[in-house]
């Protein structure tokens, strides 16, 4: 994602996925700046779904708009909806979609409480 256009390019990245994940009904979006706090990445987008099929949902559709739309494709790609865990590695931007109660086991807002909530929807 860095193509010499700076942080800027990142950020419309992550708001584009936020969107998208909201497109197919993702609960409780959370965009998480860590810039100030990790070298691994730049943000992370958390997201939760109510059942394994919604979440296959929101990965299939992130992975298609932005390979089809903005040529971005996912370094990697681990987990399954019937896991309840689904890491989407974008570089800058790692993806993390949850079941309800996954979410709430790993904790990952409270792990990197450190990082600056940038968005969130409910």
Do not use: C
């Amino acid at each position: 994602m860095d193509t010499g256009e700076g942080i800027l390019e990142t950020v419309e990245v992550a708001r584009l996925i936020v969107d998208l994940i909201a497109d197919r009904k993702g609960d409780d979006i959370v965009l998480l700046d860590l810039r100030k706090v990790s070298i691994i990445t730049d943000f992370f987008v958390i997201a939760s779904a109510s059942s394994d099929r919604q979440l296959n949902a929101i990965a299939e559709h992130v992975r298609d708009e932005l390979k089809h739309k903005q040529q971005i494709v996912p370094v990697g790609v681990e987990g399954r909806g019937e896991s309840g865990w689904i890491l989407m590695d974008y570089g800058d931007v790692i993806v993390h979609l949850f079941s309800p109660s996954a979410r709430a086991y790993y904790d990952l807002e409270g792990l990197w409480r450190e990082g600056n909530v940038l968005l969130r929807m409910q």
